[in-house]
């Protein structure tokens, strides 16, 4: 008995192990072969930079060669202002939803939910020419508007479902007190959403970040270029300068990482214990 | 502090009719229940005088003021929710000053109404902890705290103890009861307990299939329920029922004739002959060995000894259970046959349609 569950959790955890191992894996490489002497890099990928082959010449270059900087910036400012509309008109349009019964809400919740299932890279076109008439042409504003409108159907989504969840008496309570509507949804629903909100800001975050289409069509000068599409540059035809493109690669990984771990914090359920038996 | 009227009230989701002709008045100060089984629409009745379901017909009043048409907050209630609905994110002091906020209440007498409220509830040592490190006892008087800092006119509860384990339960009734007292406050509670209906209430309002069947002073209900509803509802264990028939009419009595009972001999007032009838008796005025005209018997099946007495579960000639208090030491053995019988007074006959007829009274 005692044998066969140890067998059984052995088994998970090789599964387990083997996935991570997978997963991290290629990003394990790109940070080691980034401290690597371009030599090293191609010699020997697999082994881990010593003394002989340390290198910084790769972050070196990346500094001298590009406008890192300035694409880190604007990498930031696309993905922090874009997760927060989303997030703000997100929760916004999933409390409506969920809580009003209006004339056509069921039709405009399956109008929301469509950009779930249609990508819109498909409308790739139709956005650039829309940006060009607006003017919008190489502005972070034109991503930033993208990448709302591609992130708002999934959080819809998540944070409808969360709502459903936090109980009906509490807004009920808060309707006897008195409470506003307004805020009734930013300080007593909006707190108890703090889970599904770090969710939905890690599921938003990591695409925005990670996007190489709609900077590549809708930027066009290094002051909008953001990290991902900076990168390329270094990616020749003929030639690749892999010392930089791992350094760049390797700082692009952080921002992601340090917004990750501070958002799992948020990730703890149970915050609702308490409001009901 | 404010009366409180309902006329006419109707409530229907679609083809749907929850609530039905609902008409009650309620004098202030007083202390109404509302009790029934669920789904009889009660909840639905409370949740419209808060103002957290619309009306679908007639009118609510509160204080001579028609609210209708006014937010829960603008009717001066204040609800009391089964759930306790606590804020989970707000320590308890906030949690009762929260809601005094967007009503223009100073802070300076939010404090005094908060310090006032929690000496009245014994809060005081709680007011910094948050619900999740508070009892089910604790949370609920945070949320009836959080009702009194308002300072309704009208405090509404909704099954307000049915979370609560049984002790706790008593004592948080004995702890609403004082509350009344003190407050001298409207009272509307909802409920399924008849024990905390009896217990608390000035009047009871007795609902079932979304109508009033009785309302009433809990012993009024108890000795002259209306109809077979209310007879069947009010009193644990339930009353004892026999289906029977008036044979003849003799002058000044009638002879009743049934399954499950001797004939018997009524004052023959309010009843015809050939008319159908349901008797009535509480299993707590049935007596081995006792007096009156009313007689059955059976073979004991089941003894239930609870200590302060015993019910003994009878079956009867026409194969259904009769129930009967049995009190003292002396229990009847099991398959043991035995006679019992109520008087006169402790007999409640009902018409075919349900409805009480006073034997006593004539027509």
Sequence with gaps: MLLEQRARSLAVHAVLVAYSALALGPILLVVMNSFKARNAIFDSPLSPPDSSTFSLIGYAKVFRAS?????????????????????????????????????????????????????????????LNMMRTLGLNDTLTALILVYIAQGLPMAIFILSEFIQQIPMDLRDAARCDG?????????VIAPLLRPAIATVAVFTIVPIWNDLWFPLILTSSDSTHTITLGVQQFLGQYITDWNSVLAALSMAILPVVVIYVIFSRQLIAGLTSGAVK | MSNLRVEHLGKSYGSANVLSDINLSVDNGEFIVLVGPSGCGKSTLLRMIAGLDGVTTGDIYIGDRLVN????????????????????????????????????????????????????LRLEPLLG???????????????????????????????????????????????????????GATMVYVTHDQTEAMTLADRIVVMSEGRIEQIGKALDLYYGPANLFVAGFIGSPAMNFFLGAVETVDGATARIVGAGFEPLALPADALDRGAKVTIGVRPEHLRIAGQGPF?????????????????????????????????????????????????????????????????????
Excluded at chain 1, 179 to 187: D, G, L, N, S
Excluded at chain 2, 69 to 83: D, K, N, T
């Design chain 2, 129 to 183: 902890r948050y619900p999740r490190d508070l009892s089910g006892g604790q949370r609920q008087r945070v949320a009836i705290g959080r009702a009194i800092v308002r300072e309704p006119d009208v405090f509404l509860f909704d099954e307000p103890l049915s979370n609560l384990d049984a002790a706790l339960r008593v004592s948080t009734r004995v702890e609403i009861a004082r509350l009344h007292r003190l407050l």
């Design chain 1, 67 to 127: 406008h890192i900087v300035v694409y880190f910036e604007n990498s930031l400012i696309v993905t922090m202002v874009s997760m927060g509309l989303v997030l703000l008109f997100g929760a916004m349009a999933a409390w409506a939803l969920s809580e009003y019964r209006f004339r056509g809400s069921t039709a405009l919740g399956l109008f929301l939910s469509i950009g779930i299932m249609v990508p819109i890279r498909l409308g790739s076109v139709a956005i």
């Design chain 1, 179 to 187: 409470v506003p509507e307004t805020r009734i949804f930013f300080e």
């Design chain 2, 295 to 363: 007689a059955t018997s059976g073979a004991v099946e089941l003894v239930e000894r609870l200590g302060v007495s015993s019910f003994a579960h009878v079956r009867r000639a026409d194969d259904k259970t009769l129930v009967v208090e049995v009190r003292g030491r002396e229990t009847p053995e099991v398959t043991q046959n035995v006679t019992f019988r109520a008087p006169l007074q402790d007999i409640h006959v009902f018409d075919a349609s349900g409805q009480r007829i006073d034997i006593s009274k004539g027509r």
């Design chain 2, 69 to 120: 048409g006014l937010a829960p907050a603008e009717r001066r209630i204040a609800m009391v929710f089964q759930s306790y609905a606590l804020y989970p994110h707000m320590d308890v002091r906030k949690n009762m000053t929260f809601g005094l906020k967007f009503t223009g209440v100073a802070p300076a007498e939010r404090q005094r109404r908060v310090d006032e409220a929690a000496r009245m």
